[in-house]
């Protein structure tokens, strides 16, 4: 059972108990909650997509740990090949889902704690590599969904952990003993912490020897004890409460707030405890990963922002207008740089000690910074042609009353051969896509700020060696 | 009783009784409806602002049809004196409500429809003119709210008025008789329609002889038989219904559509009806002097944009910090370009024949290109410095919860001496100036597209004159 | 005599001998250099349009001294009219000359410093502000051509002046008696100094108590003893040596280097010395003046650059041609940013206690900081809209010559009814416009850097403000 | 001899004896002219690194024709890993140039023209592919250094070759016999012609039957009879002439305009002769090439931009400020587009019939479309960072002299350690990268301006696909 059925997954999650408050209330069958099933609709179409024969050929391939077929989304990157592959699946994906499907993070931190913690075994002597190719090849046998815990709270954001007036803004270590370690803290954007079956949380940030309560990694399931999942309240959360005006009719995402109430994790879930010099590494590896994933993911819902424009172009009666293919060349411009760095960062990629490879970072990055500011213009272009309608479509329930339905399908009528409806669909479409708090966010924050991608590129560019070219040409002879 | 105080504003609309729909429901009373209440609010501020000892300078003027104080919201523009101060008037409103206040597309309507009918009496000998005067003098002594309606549905965009297939796609005369006129039609994005007491239609576009019927201007109550508001539903008006994670503490906005099921309309209310070539005119002058106040309201809510980031930075603990202060930069170069464009076609505005002053249109429209692309880049920048707990704070409700409340508020905490709601409540107005559709659409599509302001720019400006000034420095001779 | 014609402008050079050194060689008769005269033209230009019926409405105005016609250039500004009326001004004759005419820096230090020293006068009893009427009189009388000093080579620029190896790095006082003060030092892009009758020294940084013989401020002509000028190398200057290839066929700007080796300046001429807390205060007035003057003069150069482009475009063939026409409205967006942000500076100016106005900074940025950067952008787009035959257009010698002149003709003929020879000539104007390496320079430095405007903006905008109203909207009690 | 020695390279000229004028004069000794020597040294030097122990991996690969060692310049393109290689060895040698070595055209010319012709022998049982595969052996033996010919004068861009008044405006053949065809016209923009071996034409735009006789490719030496070079003047190009003030100490660029008068060539190098379906597909191919080739070439300069401005902030005394690190990793995030979308349109590439490999278009132009307009800020911001003095150092000449030439050696000295010799150096480069005509130029209208990228990037997206992405989202159901 390496790869499982949509229907496998929906099973395995009934012996899952997870901790869960959504508007302010506990929810005891979270997966029946009118605001998650949108976000299981898309988990499991990534399970089902696994087992269609086109869509095996991005999401499938060989476990290097057990020769047997295992899903993507579970498996170290070995090669530049994966890491290519990691982004075409990664899109193809999004392609059909229009937006996040919420197991990148687990992914990411898969390999992004393996680069690190080979090198810790190797510097201290610890097991820390076995542990964890120990619980990949449960995850693997078992196809868990798996979401990573990156971002702390981070209370004062000018001050390092220990610093905190509240010793609790980053997630630590309270308690260890023989059996294993108590953890305290919060995680927050959370993406997908509920509906996965593991979660392994990574340090948020370098550490010195202070901190080193604070460097902390391991796997956890999400209903273990004193885990609890907090459902943060984005823009457009009534729609599935009511049933209507849905924009993207099946699928959703959100990112809870997790919080560790002193939960327990015994040592074979552990993945670090103390060793702070490699919590920075591990993050800053996490994050070129999760930027490079973004490529793949962002450019394949840059394409149904595109489709999306250039189709209420169509039901407007302005196909093929000439400022309107303009526009959709900027888009595509902003798409294909996202997209050709990914591209271009897994082909330059490195092997590092484990044998996991790592993406090229200043092309990881800067295809993140194209996402965080030139797709929001993309958006913003895509309203732009869209039209005033984005802003204030009537709702399906006055469609659906009998005085009024009847002269807004008069009167919302675009071009002939296009039904009000589908009109309507459409734009009820571009506004999720556009005003979708948590999917926009993400684009500009997720996996990092851009001041962090901004650091990454120039910490990881040789300027040295570009001012030299410059002396080179200008005839200025170097120093000894 | 010039001036309204708020309360003889809010008591005025006692005796009125529009026909208005919302999310499917017809409603009753419909000012007390908590969609609306918010957007009552901010009309209401307008009138309690124009009798403020400070708000008085800004919104009161001189009537130059009576010589009596009056609100600048009734009032035609009769020199460039009176154009800058509507830039400080709705830039000084602005800040307080943080939006829109819906009363500027009336404004504006009225001097647009003087400017043309003026002409149109010089040219037919009609009457329009004073019959405008008529109603403007009316509605200064009951210092109306007055609402504009110019954006047809338009059906398919490529074809005019008279080639629809449904004819009722432009709003238009289907019968005239001696008493007035019948119109049919519907306008969208009607901007504070239900809580005005009056509003101005106007053509949306140029007309040729065969569109003559749809040539039409008039004044109406918003009552009026057949008159039936729509409202069209946007990201975020679930907040106020529930009473909770509202953002801006106290006002919204809404732009419901207008429909006109064959509205009849006396004489006396009516601006034109058949003089086509009045029509193009007419909204261009309206989309000119909109795009102006869009001059002084965005770059109003520009300051509040600009305050949001600040503050974040700060409650996040990043005062001071280079890469936000030079983003603060970037958004005040955005929002001073608005500004400064806007008080630049003040000063170069033009008399009209009427006596009303038309201001330059390349500068206005200028303006609105900066608010349509670039303020929407300032608001991501907002989104930027704040972090990505725009995206999904908690709600109100989870603060109240007694389980989580206390651990919310323990993790959510920022910088010492901000309390964590003070920082949630920040976090919210965020997100709502971000992610309300109705706001962020009103900046790209108020007024007019883009790509009309690009337009009249291009139609505007005396290429012929600049070609000359080239010719002349590269010693080109001009032929005969 | 008070303004006079371009022939009494040339005829009063003749009494001035400068020291000028130009690639390499000392030039005795300075004013027939072929690298000079092109510079002459466009300061002669100036006078000449004073004396023209047009020209005169925009460069002529009446003395507030005393009462007579006085040229613009040499005058305070003593009003928000006379701050507009010089953007108006500059433009006007920038149109004629499509660079720069060298006489603005001049016109813009003599109300900076008049500003600065009359505070100065009144805590300290000097009587700076006195000297400075009576030199303005002087200047006034025989209407001069006046250039400003400010830019200092500066050395380490993380140094301040008294903390440079070599003191000299800021032009300094390094004697004083009874009669005045000797300075030595070197300002560096010193625009128009050949060709100016006087020259106004201001300080170019703030100055702490131990730079005080820094703080230095003074008038002295040209010709003054030890003054030495070096013509600074440009991109295109061997154009004008050959006589061929010009560009613009009668007008370019020069900026050299002047070095005060020593040089005495009587005590009636000196406006500071030693004063250090005016020195910031007086070149931050003077850089906001001329950003402010910038807006017009570049907005008038970019109006050359669009007619350029836009001629271009007809020259190809490519009239009407939907992408050109919304890559000119981009230009236009910028240009009028430019523009409307300095009339706005302009009508927002302050009235400070000398009486001169000052414009506000904040604008008077603005417009800069879009000259340095989207201008440079719509130079790109002129190249783009020209296309390639700005990189290499053959030369006029080759067209002179008999074996492939023809040939040329023949082929490099654009559209019917345009002579390849004006062709070419509009091609080298367009390569003069974007090439041109002062100018281009001018744009992005001009007035300071980009960086210095930036931090100008920030300094000058009222963040707390803006602070409250964000909390007053989220609804955040202010703390006592 | 496969691959030559830049000496072999040197020497193989003496045989050669172009027409070629030069500022007015035909010169009959082109490779001593001190115009060209600049050029030559640029060309020499690919020769030189092929013959390098670290360039040789770069530059030489094995010949698929003959299994020897071949410079990858004379080569096919026959595996995404040759266009890889392309990619690295254009950076690498860019890099050591800084500029434009002129020989890329050939190379992408060679397999541009492959492709269509192998479809154009299957089509119609021609045997061109033979002829070309021929040349490419004796260009292999040779190592020839190949210009290729595309952009002609065209005359009125809006008319097709056969509409022009004149049918001389793209290159034609005017007469064919058994022995070959005569051809007449001209090409302009020609990198690298008279430095070249060989030419090969190809045709600048897609044909149509009227238009056969333009629709026309071959080989020929760049002295064949009635070959006419013709130098086209740039910004710069007296520097070298005067041996001072150089910027970039020994290499530059050139692009002459090259006029066929009535030039015979035998049937043994022609490659198309009116098979007109080719044409336009050839030009395509062409264009995608050159387009991935400047994603090399032109990242390698970039780097050199940024090292070149890098440098200068340390020798003005401002190492690691903030605000010059975040305008790095700007000028990085261009860079980097650039080079990712170029190896992303290697990895994607597509094998042609003919077993060569073609980029993928939509790549490769959005690389050129970050080339054509971000770079060009890359470089202003370059220009920003190094200050004032890019606009107007003194020349070397004025170094000299003794008079000043301490003077300026003591005034423009920058920070400690760094002699003012080498400052001017850095700031000569540092014009030359910004204000070189032909280098600039290139940059936006190299392989076709930037409106041929965007519609080519239009042309090759599936837009469909992306509507139907859409679609299905928001839940709208396919019409059969």
Chains 1, 2, 3, 4 share one sequence.
């Not at 040592?267 to 103390?274: C, D, M, Q, T, Y």
């Not at 913003?380 to 399908?409: Q, W, Y």
Request: charged share 25%.
């Amino acid at each position: 059972m390496a790869v499982k059925t949509a229907e496998q997954y929906l099973d395995s999650l009934k012996n899952i108990h997870p901790t869960a408050y959504i508007l302010g209330e506990k929810v005891e069958n979270v997966y029946e909650h009118p605001l998650i099933t949108h976000m299981l609709n898309a988990v499991a179409l990534t399970y089902e997509l696994a087992n269609d024969p086109e869509g095996k050929k991005y999401l499938v391939t060989e476990s290097d740990l057990t020769g047997e077929p295992v899903s993507r989304f579970v498996k170290f990157y070995v090669s530049p090949e994966d890491l290519l592959a990691k982004i075409r699946m990664l899109k193809f994906i999004a392609h059909r889902i229009g937006g996040c499907y919420m197991r990148c993070t687990g992914m990411d931190a898969i390999s992004s704690v393996g680069v690190e913690i080979y090198r810790c075994d190797q510097k201290y002597g610890t097991k820390y590599f076995e542990r964890l190719e120990g619980f990949l090849r449960i995850a693997q046998q078992n196809d868990y969904a798996i979401f990573s815990g990156v971002t702390d709270v981070k209370g004062d954001r000018s001050l390092r952990p220990v610093e905190q007036k509240d010793p609790d803004m980053y997630l630590r270590i309270v308690d260890r003993d023989t059996k294993g370690i108590t953890v305290r803290g919060a995680k927050i954007h959370q993406t997908g912490s509920i509906i996965a079956h593991w979660g392994i949380a990574v340090p948020a940030r370098n550490m010195t020897k202070e901190d080193k309560d604070y460097a902390v990694s391991f796997a956890f399931p999400t209903d273990a004890d004193g885990v609890i999942h907090v459902y943060g309240r984005g823009t457009l959360e009534m729609r599935p409460m009511q049933g209507c005006d849905l924009g993207n009719a099946r699928f959703s995402k959100f990112a809870p707030m997790v919080i560790f109430q002193d939960v327990f994790i015994p040592w074979e879930n552990v993945f670090l405890a103390g060793e702070y010099e490699y919590a920075g590494p591990m993050v800053i590896d996490f994050g070129n990963y999760h930027r490079h994933s973004h490529g793949g993911c962002k450019c394949g819902v840059g394409d149904v922002i595109i489709g999306a424009a250039a189709l209420a172009a169509d039901y407007n009666g302005l196909s093929n207008v000439s400022h309107i293919n303009a526009k959709i060349v900027e888009m595509l411009k902003t798409t294909m740089a996202i997209y050709g760095c990914s591209v271009a960062a897994s082909v330059e990629s490195t092997k590092s000690e484990s044998g996991i490879y790592t993406v090229d970072p200043v092309l990881a990055n800067t295809s993140k910074l194209y996402e965080g500011k030139e797709l929001h213009e993309a958006i913003r272009t895509m309203i732009e042609i869209a039209g005033g309608m984005v802003a204030d479509v009537p709702s399906d329930k006055d469609f659906d009353n009998p005085d009024i339905g009847p002269l807004l399908d008069k009167y919302l009528k675009g071009v002939d051969g296009v039904s009000t409806k589908d009109r309507v669909r459409l734009f009820r479409l571009i506004e999720k896509l556009a005003f979708e708090s948590r999917d926009i966010v993400s684009n500009i924050h997720g996996a990092g700020s851009p001041e962090t991608h901004k650091m990454t590129v120039l910490r990881n560019v040789n300027l040295n060696a570009m001012k030299k070219l410059a002396k080179n040409l200008a005839g200025i002879k170097e120093k000894d």
